[in-house]
């Protein structure tokens, strides 16, 4: 088995090189992208120092999921978690000054609860919320305590984390002048930084069975599709938003649960089929236009 600290370290080198050769495309020349790279990136060192804040918050947040995972329930983790969809749409209207209507609160507020149900779908019913302890049956030892309170912290402060990063990001990638492949090269350069970080977590099996450890060619192309799925996430940010990637995210669950029918012979549930619909219907109510003001509400000018 491969270890995930060293194939997201592998995912932000492989981004940082992919968005060299996008940059070196553009400019069709070796020589202007080695100017572009040490005139934004040598030195400018302050522009990555700013790249620090999302990618030590993404960073947080991947540990503060493994706290909330460790002390809640998988059907209350799906439940809170879909938070940091109302999280990114608020940040957006603070620090973005975007203005969402009635309607898009609606249809956001919607794609939580299609989201949860599609998510729901192989999760039991969650219990008591007391502070639950787990017994190992081999001998018989009383493993970790869960503790739902600190579980709720935990994945409420990812939410917040989430939905802060990815509209710090945004206007960062918006509000700058810089190149979007120099702004993601400058984030692939503090993400292998905390990623590389993370590699001493395992660095006794890394001492002992090498990086490469558990390797295949399936794991390079999960590695590689985690990287270029990061860039798309970065195009998608740059010329849409981080509302609309919230749904483009819901609804590549959908359609790799219905991929998953074909291949994996999975079967979808009532909870899904519903689930999707919800899902559907508050896409098209974010996408479609708010309703003008009937004539007899809207005032008339003196």
């Known amino acids: 088995m491969y270890l995930a600290s060293t194939a997201v370290f592998f995912a932000e080198l492989i981004k940082l090189l992919a968005c060299v050769f996008v940059l070196a495309y553009k400019t069709k020349s070796i020589a202007r992208t080695s100017y572009i790279l040490r005139k934004e990136i040598i030195e400018q060192?302050?522009?990555?120092?700013?790249?620090?804040?999302?990618?030590?918050l993404y960073a947080l947040q991947n540990n503060l999921l493994y706290v909330a995972l460790s002390n809640l329930e998988a059907a209350t983790f799906q439940v809170t978690y879909q938070m940091k969809i109302l999280s990114t749409a608020?940040?957006?209207?603070?620090?973005?000054?975007?203005?969402?209507?009635?309607?898009?609160?609606?249809?956001?507020?919607?794609?939580?609860?299609?989201?949860?149900?599609?998510?729901?779908?192989?999760?039991?019913?969650?219990?008591?919320?007391?502070?639950?302890?787990?017994?190992?049956?081999?001998?018989g030892d009383e493993g970790p305590i869960q503790n739902p309170f600190i579980g709720l912290v935990a994945v409420l402060t990812s939410c917040v984390s989430s939905g802060f990063a990815g509209c710090y990001f945004e206007k960062i990638l918006k509000g700058a002048e810089a190149d979007m492949w120099v702004r993601n090269i400058q984030l692939g350069i503090s993400g292998a930084l905390f990623s590389f970080l993370a590699m001493f977590y395992d660095r006794q099996k890394i001492y002992d069975g090498g990086l490469l450890q558990g390797y295949s060619t399936m794991t390079w192309i999960v590695v590689c599709n985690q990287a270029l799925g990061g860039l798309l996430v970065a195009i998608v940010v740059k010329y849409a938003d981080n509302i609309l990637k919230g749904f483009a995210t819901s609804l590549s669950i959908i359609i790799s649960g219905i991929i998953s029918v074909y291949f994996f012979d999975f079967e979808p549930s009532l909870q899904f089929q519903l689930g999707t619909l919800v899902v559907i219907m508050s896409t098209y109510l974010y996408g479609r236009p708010d309703a003008p003001i009937p004539g007899f509400i809207r005032r008339e000018k003196k």
Do not use: Y
Not at 45 to 56: A, T
Not at 95 to 104: F, G
């Open 45 to 56: 060192p302050q522009e990555i120092l700013k790249m620090l804040v999302p990618s030590g």
């Open 90 to 139: 608020v940040f957006s209207v603070v620090m973005l000054n975007k203005r969402l209507t009635r309607q898009k609160w609606f249809s956001l507020c919607l794609l939580m609860l299609g989201v949860t149900l599609v998510q729901l779908q192989n999760v039991g019913s969650p219990k008591a919320s007391a502070p639950i302890t787990i017994i190992d049956t081999n001998d």
